[in-house]
Each structure stands twice: as structure tokens, then as C-alpha cells.
């Protein structure tokens, strides 16, 4: 383990890394941003989901440096008369949630055609590859539009509350496997007849020990830099779902979905909420974004210089 540290403090990305002040940013306002998520029972000053904290005499307080405002609700409240910090940290919760399930989903999935598809060719490369060009042919927010307003006209918009995380994470995750798959087919194609992979087949050892053994360790790298891209896709995803109103009910809200509550409201003097749990999803997104823009140009070998 010790010697795992030294050798990545004596890596190429480390030292990249401690010279890119933007990367530095990103990284610790993304680790707050996450922290604040994971313990919000813990930090947020009200639970937002308990209808004991819930005054509909409170709705639209403004921020507590507006006149009007009360030193109980720093940044006001919403049109429910719920804290809008608290019911933003939880909500930045679900979202993440559901963006980093989603992406797990798509990565199980294509990481493991990819492999399939790359490693044995033919017709199976075909088979799956045609999968992957109809299933870009279409926008993967339409079809999460489609399957989601199906959900909601099926099951009624109050059942779907109960399932809509899970169900946002399938659908979304579903949605966006080519990328992966697409990523990781042309790596084992420049990895699968080389000479360590020969040796491996020489061995003895059958396609799915080399596969997952040999040839996938190899593939790493883009896979965790479109994994930090994907993240950010995801979680935007959710919040145009939410913002559609075929996402996280206003009961359960996401980012998205407190953006949407309060949009109607923006003109008529209750601006904050939308635009705060708005600026949360921006510095979410491009703090994500600009990581993972640090990881491919670091990882990328042509723009390696030793």
C-alpha cells in the first residue's frame, strides 16, 4: 500500500495535477458539494421531507439579507414553505444519486459488450455495434421523455414518486450504454493482439480471464475519464427530466425538480427559488466537467511528455 502512494505521488498525473489550480478548485468544491450530499441529515438545518418542519404560512420567505427575511432560513423559502438550503442539499442528493447509479448501470453494460464485441468480432461485433448505431440514431433524452411519461400515464403520478429514483437510474443508465461500449471496443481492438494477450492465450487461459484479467485493466483510463463526463450527463439528465415535470415529484424534489417549482415564480419577486438551487446544479456540473476535461488531456499518451 505504501508503495502504491509513493508511486502515485511520483506519477505523471500527481504532478499535473498539483501544478492545474483549476483541477485543485473543482476537485475540493466537488468533494464538498458531495459531502454535504451524503451527510445531509447532518448538516441540513431541517429535514425537508418531514411535514413537521413543513409551514405553508412560511412559503417564499426570502433570503435572510432581503428585507422580509428570517435568520431561520438563510437562503428563504420555497412555495411550499420549506427551507430552500435544506431542501437544496437534499435534493443535490437524489441527484447525485441517481447520476452516479445511472452511470454505473451504463458502464456494467457497456463496458462489458465492449469487451464482447472488440474481443471476438464477427458477428457479434456486428450484432451489438448495430444495437449501438440505432440506439444513438435517437436522442437519449427523447427516449427517457418517452419511457418516463409512459411510467407516470401507467402507474399514476403519485405511485410514480415511490419509484422514480430507481426508475430515472434504469431508464437513464439504459439509455446512454453505447458510449461505453463504443469506448471500450476500439481499446481492446488496439489491446487484444498484442503480445501479453498472446502469452495469456499460449497459457491457456480462456476469453473471459483475458478479457476481464488482461485486456481490461488496459482500458482504464478512458473509461474513468468518460465515467467523470457521464456523471455530469447524467445528472443533467435527471434535472431536464425533473424540470419537465417526468422526473423527482415536488415531494421528493431533486435540483431539477426545485428549479421547475419555482419557475413560475421567478417574475413575480420570488426569484430565489430557482436561481439558487440553479447556480448549485452550474457549479455541480462544470466543477465535474472541467475534472474530467483535466483527466483526458493527463491521460491522453499523445499529450504525454514523460
Avoid at 135 to 154: D, E, H, K, P
Avoid at 208 to 221: A, K
Wanted: glycine share 10%; proline share 5%; aromatic share 12%.
Amino acid at each position: 500500500m505504501r508503495r502504491r502512494i509513493d508511486n502515485f505521488k511520483n506519477s505523471y498525473l500527481w504532478y499535473s495535477f498539483k501544478k492545474d489550480k483549476i483541477a485543485i478548485i473543482c476537485l475540493i468544491i466537488l468533494i464538498s458539494l458531495v459531502a454535504m450530499a451524503v451527510f445531509a441529515p447532518l448538516i441540513a438545518p431541517y429535514n425537508p421531507y418531514d411535514s413537521a418542519n413543513i409551514d405553508v404560512m412560511n412559503s417564499e420567505i426570502p433570503p435572510v439579507w432581503i428585507e422580509g427575511g428570517d435568520p431561520g432560513f438563510i437562503l428563504g423559502t420555497d412555495n411550499q414553505g420549506r427551507d430552500l438550503l435544506s431542501t437544496m442539499i437534499y435534493g443535490m442528493r437524489i441527484s447525485l444519486l441517481i447520476g452516479i447509479g445511472a452511470v454505473l448501470l451504463q458502464s456494467v453494460m457497456g463496458i462489458s459488450i465492449g469487451l464482447i464485441s472488440g474481443y471476438f468480432g464477427g458477428r457479434i461485433d456486428s450484432f451489438f455495434m448495430r444495437m449501438a448505431d440505432v440506439q444513438l440514431s435517437f436522442s437519449y433524452l427523447m427516449i427517457a421523455i418517452f419511457f418516463t411519461a409512459v411510467l407516470q400515464a401507467a402507474v399514476g403520478v403519485g405511485r410514480f414518486g415511490e419509484i422514480a429514483v430507481p426508475f430515472l437510474i434504469l431508464v437513464i443508465g439504459f439509455a446512454q450504454w453505447p458510449q461505453y461500449a463504443r469506448t471500450v471496443r476500439a481499446s481492446v481492438l488496439a489491446e487484444k493482439n498484442k503480445e501479453y494477450v498472446e502469452a495469456a492465450r499460449v497459457a491457456g487461459f480462456g476469453a473471459g480471464r483475458i478479457m476481464w484479467g488482461h485486456i481490461f485493466p488496459n482500458t482504464l483510463s478512458p473509461i474513468l475519464v468518460l465515467s467523470t463526463l457521464q456523471v455530469a450527463e447524467a445528472v443533467m439528465s435527471e434535472a431536464a427530466l425533473s424540470f419537465l415535470g417526468l422526473g423527482m415529484p415536488i415531494s421528493k424534489p431533486s435540483l431539477g425538480s426545485l428549479i421547475n417549482s419555482g419557475f413560475e415564480y421567478i417574475f413575480s419577486g420570488s426569484w430565489w427559488i430557482t436561481i439558487f438551487p440553479g447556480i448549485i446544479l452550474i457549479v455541480l456540473l462544470l466543477s465535474i466537467n472541467l475534472l474530467g476535461d483535466f483527466l483526458r488531456d493527463v491521460l491522453n499518451p499523445k499529450l504525454y511528455k514523460g
